[in-house]
T-cell receptor, first 114, second 115 residues
Framework: KNQVEQSPQSLIILEGKNCTLQ??????????LRWYKQDTGRGPVSLTI?????NTKSNGRYTATLDADTKQSSLHITASQLSDSASYIC?????????????FGRGTQLTVWP | EADIYQTPRYLVIGTGKKITLECSQT?????MYWYQQDPGMELHLIHY???????EKGDLSSESTVSRIRTEHFPLTLESARPSHTSQYLC??????????????FGEGSRLTVL
Protein backbone atom coordinates (compact mmCIF):
# COMPACT_ATOMS: atom_id res chain seq x y z
CA LYS A 1 0.00 0.00 0.00
CA ASN A 2 1.33 3.40 -0.97
CA GLN A 3 2.27 5.50 2.03
CA VAL A 4 1.10 8.66 0.26
CA GLU A 5 -2.46 8.73 -1.03
CA GLN A 6 -3.84 11.60 -3.08
CA SER A 7 -7.42 12.47 -3.92
CA PRO A 8 -9.18 12.99 -6.15
CA GLN A 9 -7.37 11.09 -8.88
CA SER A 10 -8.61 13.63 -11.42
CA LEU A 11 -10.57 16.86 -11.30
CA ILE A 12 -12.16 19.14 -13.89
CA ILE A 13 -13.07 22.71 -12.99
CA LEU A 14 -14.01 25.87 -14.84
CA GLU A 15 -11.58 28.73 -15.17
CA GLY A 16 -11.83 31.15 -12.27
CA LYS A 17 -13.12 28.56 -9.80
CA ASN A 18 -11.28 27.37 -6.69
CA CYS A 19 -10.32 23.80 -5.89
CA THR A 20 -8.66 21.77 -3.15
CA LEU A 21 -6.46 18.73 -3.59
CA GLN A 22 -5.84 16.28 -0.76
CA UNK A 23 -2.82 14.29 0.38
CA UNK A 24 -2.90 11.74 3.22
CA UNK A 25 0.27 10.02 4.34
CA UNK A 26 1.40 7.34 6.76
CA UNK A 27 5.14 8.03 6.44
CA UNK A 28 6.94 8.02 9.78
CA UNK A 29 9.10 9.67 10.93
CA UNK A 30 8.11 12.82 9.09
CA UNK A 31 10.50 15.52 7.92
CA UNK A 32 8.69 17.55 5.28
CA LEU A 33 6.03 17.45 2.60
CA ARG A 34 6.30 19.04 -0.81
CA TRP A 35 3.77 19.74 -3.51
CA TYR A 36 5.06 19.55 -7.08
CA LYS A 37 3.33 20.66 -10.26
CA GLN A 38 3.97 18.62 -13.39
CA ASP A 39 2.84 20.04 -16.72
CA THR A 40 2.17 17.53 -19.49
CA GLY A 41 5.43 16.40 -21.05
CA ARG A 42 7.57 18.25 -18.49
CA GLY A 43 9.34 17.41 -15.25
CA PRO A 44 7.79 18.22 -11.85
CA VAL A 45 8.49 21.64 -10.31
CA SER A 46 8.29 22.35 -6.58
CA LEU A 47 5.43 24.63 -5.50
CA THR A 48 5.83 24.63 -1.75
CA ILE A 49 7.37 22.77 1.18
CA UNK A 50 5.73 22.14 4.56
CA UNK A 51 7.70 21.18 7.66
CA UNK A 52 6.35 19.73 10.88
CA UNK A 53 5.78 23.06 12.57
CA UNK A 54 4.07 24.78 9.65
CA ASN A 55 0.29 24.81 9.22
CA THR A 56 -0.17 27.02 6.19
CA LYS A 57 2.04 28.36 3.43
CA SER A 58 1.12 30.34 0.36
CA ASN A 59 2.78 30.73 -3.02
CA GLY A 60 0.72 33.13 -5.10
CA ARG A 61 -2.65 31.51 -5.81
CA TYR A 62 -1.49 28.23 -4.24
CA THR A 63 -2.00 27.65 -0.51
CA ALA A 64 -0.81 24.48 1.18
CA THR A 65 -1.91 23.31 4.61
CA LEU A 66 -0.52 20.62 6.86
CA ASP A 67 -2.02 18.82 9.83
CA ALA A 68 0.83 16.71 11.19
CA ASP A 69 -1.41 15.14 13.81
CA THR A 70 -3.83 13.65 11.30
CA LYS A 71 -1.10 13.34 8.63
CA GLN A 72 -3.05 15.27 6.06
CA SER A 73 -2.13 18.05 3.67
CA SER A 74 -4.14 20.01 1.17
CA LEU A 75 -3.31 22.26 -1.76
CA HIS A 76 -5.86 24.98 -2.45
CA ILE A 77 -5.83 26.76 -5.79
CA THR A 78 -7.63 30.08 -5.95
CA ALA A 79 -9.10 31.65 -9.09
CA SER A 80 -7.89 28.87 -11.34
CA GLN A 81 -6.31 29.61 -14.70
CA LEU A 82 -5.92 27.46 -17.81
CA SER A 83 -2.21 27.19 -17.02
CA ASP A 84 -3.06 25.41 -13.77
CA SER A 85 -3.97 22.33 -15.82
CA ALA A 86 -1.35 19.82 -14.69
CA SER A 87 -0.67 16.90 -12.39
CA TYR A 88 -0.06 17.85 -8.76
CA ILE A 89 2.17 15.45 -6.86
CA CYS A 90 2.54 15.18 -3.09
CA UNK A 91 5.97 14.02 -1.88
CA UNK A 92 6.82 13.20 1.74
CA UNK A 93 10.34 12.92 3.16
CA UNK A 94 10.99 10.80 6.23
CA UNK A 95 14.23 12.42 7.38
CA UNK A 96 16.61 15.24 6.64
CA UNK A 97 17.41 16.27 3.12
CA UNK A 98 20.63 14.28 2.75
CA UNK A 99 19.45 10.98 4.21
CA UNK A 100 15.72 11.12 3.78
CA UNK A 101 13.78 8.76 1.62
CA UNK A 102 11.07 10.27 -0.57
CA UNK A 103 7.56 8.84 -0.85
CA PHE A 104 5.56 9.92 -3.89
CA GLY A 105 1.81 10.10 -4.35
CA ARG A 106 0.27 9.20 -7.72
CA GLY A 107 -0.81 12.75 -8.31
CA THR A 108 -4.08 14.53 -8.99
CA GLN A 109 -4.68 15.40 -12.63
CA LEU A 110 -6.32 18.84 -12.74
CA THR A 111 -7.97 20.12 -15.90
CA VAL A 112 -9.15 23.71 -16.08
CA TRP A 113 -11.73 24.43 -18.79
CA PRO A 114 -12.39 27.87 -20.23
CA GLU B 1 14.14 27.57 -14.26
CA ALA B 2 16.14 24.46 -13.36
CA ASP B 3 19.42 23.88 -15.17
CA ILE B 4 19.08 20.17 -15.78
CA TYR B 5 18.81 18.75 -19.26
CA GLN B 6 17.79 15.42 -20.68
CA THR B 7 18.26 14.03 -24.17
CA PRO B 8 16.64 12.65 -26.14
CA ARG B 9 13.16 13.90 -25.22
CA TYR B 10 11.55 11.14 -27.28
CA LEU B 11 13.00 7.85 -28.51
CA VAL B 12 11.37 5.00 -30.41
CA ILE B 13 13.56 1.94 -30.92
CA GLY B 14 13.32 -1.74 -31.69
CA THR B 15 13.72 -4.60 -29.24
CA GLY B 16 17.31 -5.57 -28.50
CA LYS B 17 18.84 -2.18 -29.18
CA LYS B 18 21.24 -0.50 -26.77
CA ILE B 19 20.23 2.98 -25.65
CA THR B 20 21.68 5.70 -23.47
CA LEU B 21 19.62 8.45 -21.93
CA GLU B 22 21.69 11.54 -21.18
CA CYS B 23 21.28 13.82 -18.17
CA SER B 24 23.36 16.88 -17.36
CA GLN B 25 23.04 19.58 -14.71
CA THR B 26 24.92 22.84 -14.30
CA UNK B 27 23.99 23.53 -10.67
CA UNK B 28 26.93 21.66 -9.15
CA UNK B 29 24.62 19.31 -7.26
CA UNK B 30 26.22 16.19 -5.83
CA UNK B 31 23.05 14.10 -5.64
CA MET B 32 21.43 12.91 -8.84
CA TYR B 33 18.57 10.50 -9.47
CA TRP B 34 16.75 8.56 -12.18
CA TYR B 35 13.02 7.98 -11.79
CA GLN B 36 10.63 5.94 -13.90
CA GLN B 37 7.12 7.31 -14.35
CA ASP B 38 4.17 5.49 -15.87
CA PRO B 39 0.74 7.10 -16.43
CA GLY B 40 -1.31 7.37 -13.25
CA MET B 41 1.44 5.88 -11.12
CA GLU B 42 3.87 7.34 -8.61
CA LEU B 43 7.47 8.03 -9.54
CA HIS B 44 9.76 5.09 -8.84
CA LEU B 45 13.44 5.57 -8.00
CA ILE B 46 15.63 3.31 -10.14
CA HIS B 47 19.12 4.75 -9.57
CA TYR B 48 20.82 7.48 -7.54
CA UNK B 49 24.27 8.90 -6.95
CA UNK B 50 25.79 10.84 -4.06
CA UNK B 51 28.67 12.10 -6.17
CA UNK B 52 31.43 11.15 -8.60
CA UNK B 53 32.05 7.37 -8.74
CA UNK B 54 29.05 6.74 -6.47
CA UNK B 55 26.01 4.91 -7.84
CA GLU B 56 23.27 2.97 -6.08
CA LYS B 57 20.19 1.04 -7.15
CA GLY B 58 16.87 2.47 -6.14
CA ASP B 59 13.65 0.90 -4.93
CA LEU B 60 12.45 -0.33 -8.30
CA SER B 61 14.39 -3.16 -9.87
CA SER B 62 15.74 -2.06 -13.21
CA GLU B 63 17.85 -3.68 -15.90
CA SER B 64 19.44 -0.34 -16.64
CA THR B 65 22.85 0.83 -15.46
CA VAL B 66 24.23 4.28 -14.66
CA SER B 67 27.61 5.93 -14.33
CA ARG B 68 28.87 9.09 -12.63
CA ILE B 69 32.29 10.03 -13.96
CA ARG B 70 31.66 13.78 -13.74
CA THR B 71 29.55 15.71 -11.24
CA GLU B 72 27.38 17.23 -13.93
CA HIS B 73 26.70 14.08 -15.96
CA PHE B 74 24.57 11.02 -15.03
CA PRO B 75 23.72 8.87 -18.05
CA LEU B 76 21.44 5.83 -17.95
CA THR B 77 22.06 2.85 -20.26
CA LEU B 78 19.91 -0.07 -21.34
CA GLU B 79 22.05 -2.76 -22.98
CA SER B 80 19.13 -4.55 -24.65
CA ALA B 81 15.82 -2.72 -24.70
CA ARG B 82 12.53 -4.61 -24.40
CA PRO B 83 8.89 -3.46 -24.72
CA SER B 84 8.62 -3.63 -20.90
CA HIS B 85 11.12 -0.76 -20.75
CA THR B 86 8.64 1.56 -22.43
CA SER B 87 8.16 4.42 -19.97
CA GLN B 88 8.96 8.01 -19.09
CA TYR B 89 12.39 8.44 -17.48
CA LEU B 90 12.99 11.51 -15.33
CA CYS B 91 16.41 12.69 -14.18
CA UNK B 92 16.69 14.90 -11.09
CA UNK B 93 19.29 16.50 -8.86
CA UNK B 94 19.32 18.01 -5.38
CA UNK B 95 21.65 20.07 -3.25
CA UNK B 96 22.57 18.09 -0.13
CA UNK B 97 24.33 21.02 1.49
CA UNK B 98 23.64 22.37 4.97
CA UNK B 99 20.38 24.26 5.04
CA UNK B 100 19.14 22.53 1.93
CA UNK B 101 15.49 21.59 1.97
CA UNK B 102 16.04 18.65 -0.33
CA UNK B 103 14.15 20.09 -3.28
CA UNK B 104 14.41 17.94 -6.39
CA UNK B 105 15.11 19.70 -9.68
CA PHE B 106 13.84 17.62 -12.58
CA GLY B 107 14.74 17.47 -16.22
CA GLU B 108 11.94 17.45 -18.78
CA GLY B 109 12.07 13.70 -19.17
CA SER B 110 12.88 11.14 -21.84
CA ARG B 111 9.95 9.20 -23.21
CA LEU B 112 11.14 5.79 -24.39
CA THR B 113 9.05 3.49 -26.59
CA VAL B 114 10.40 0.04 -27.39
CA LEU B 115 8.65 -1.76 -30.23
Amino acid sequence: KNQVEQSPQSLIILEGKNCTLQCNYTVSPFSNLRWYKQDTGRGPVSLTIMTFSENTKSNGRYTATLDADTKQSSLHITASQLSDSASYICVVSDRGSTLGRLYFGRGTQLTVWP
Amino acid sequence: EADIYQTPRYLVIGTGKKITLECSQTMGHDKMYWYQQDPGMELHLIHYSYGVNSTEKGDLSSESTVSRIRTEHFPLTLESARPSHTSQYLCASSDPGQGSTGELFFGEGSRLTVL
